[in-house]
């Protein structure tokens, strides 16, 4: 008998990449690894490694129609970070929905829509184009509402900070004037779920293996819950060089100019101020049952402290 399809969109990338590897690891489905360029030195890895892949573009209905064609599951992501526009991320992921059409089980890639907590009218952070306190998290969470109404037998996958964003967003550790090692974020005391970014697509790969009771479920993950000032320990630890925990506030991150400091002042603040929302929902005992090997804070951080650029 044929194998069951998974088709993956953001095959080429974090969440979808680390899903292609688990399910190319497990070998029970086939692989579509959706890429908008197949030629890519990625995509063609994917093709090596025995994935199928396929081209389709989130923007576009009829690719997307054709990709997702005669799959059992399909795992959507959007990239907000390519375009910095709620709008647009809301329609890619309508458009998913809307192709997913015979896929038995979806797993759709989301955050929360932070507006339910925090409306607009709430002065205590800026509204943000318009009609958004979280732009890139509220229109995930929007789009929630269209997998449901189109009746699309989804699990909704919560993500959390990646730790690699200490190596690709410059979140890591930074000097100081006086050469100091800081750590800077609005995060006061509160706990920050992170998570290395392929275990979340473990964690999608065991959801698809649970198969059916996912459906209509939300799942909140995260490898580990620190404070900053905890962070900060561990790569003083592993670094061997003291590293503080600067707390700023928001207000203050807002107004660091480098693009998407508004939004990601207003994403902190948000975990912030809604710590017991945010993070009491990610428990890593939940995330662990989905996938055994949860890399913690510290194992990630020994695997790839050599990676972190020190500014
Ligand atoms: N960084 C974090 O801490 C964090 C935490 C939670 C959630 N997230 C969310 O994660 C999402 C990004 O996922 P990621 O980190 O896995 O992405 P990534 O590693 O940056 O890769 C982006 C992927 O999206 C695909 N893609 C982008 N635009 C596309 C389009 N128009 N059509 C088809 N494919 C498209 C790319 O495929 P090709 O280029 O091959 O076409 C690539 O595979 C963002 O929405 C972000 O908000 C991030």
């Avoid at 706990?191 to 698809?208: N, Q, R, S, V, W």
């Avoid at 320990?233 to 592993?238: D, I, N, R, S």
């Amino acid at each position: 008998m044929a194998k069951k399809i998974i088709a993956v969109t953001g095959a080429t990338g974090a969440q979808g990449g680390g899903l292609v590897q688990a399910l190319l690891r497990d070998g029970t489905y086939a692989v579509r690894a959706i890429t908008r360029q197949p030629e890519s030195d990625k995509a063609r890895a994917l093709a090596g490694a025995g994935a199928d892949v396929v081209r389709a573009d989130l923007d576009e209905d009829a690719s997307l129609a054709h990709a997702f064609a005669g799959a059992y599951g399909a795992f959507c992501v959007t990239n907000y970070w390519e375009y910095f526009s709620p709008e647009r991320e809301f329609t890619q992921a309508s458009n998913m929905a809307q192709a997913v059409k015979g896929v038995e089980h979806v797993i759709w890639s989301t955050l929360e829509d932070t507006r339910k907590l925090i409306p607009l009218s709430d002065n205590r952070m800026p509204t943000l184009m318009g009609k958004y306190k979280v732009p890139h998290f509220d229109a995930k969470g929007e789009a929630d509402n269209v997998f449901r109404e189109l009746r699309v037998p989804t699990t909704f996958l919560l993500t959390s900070f990646y730790w690699e964003n200490f190596i690709y967003f410059g979140a890591g550790p930074q000097r100081d004037p006086d050469g100091k090692l800081a750590l800077t974020f609005p995060m006061g005391d509160a706990k920050l779920p992170g998570i290395a970014a392929e275990d979340i697509g473990k964690a999608a790969y065991a959801i698809f293996r649970g198969g059916s009771h996912f459906i209509g479920e939300s799942v909140f993950i995260s490898g580990e819950n620190l404070s900053g000032t905890e962070f900060a320990a561990a790569f003083t630890e592993a670094l061997g060089e003291e590293v503080v925990y600067n707390d700023v506030d928001p207000d203050v991150y807002r107004s660091f100019g480098f693009p998407g400091a508004d939004e990601m002042g207003n994403m902190f603040q948000f975990k912030r101020d809604f710590e017991s929302d945010y993070a009491g929902a990610r428990v890593r005992s939940e995330a662990l049952e989905l996938v055994p090997d949860l890399q913690d804070f510290e194992t990630w951080l020994a695997a790839n402290k050599d990676r972190i650029p020190l500014g």
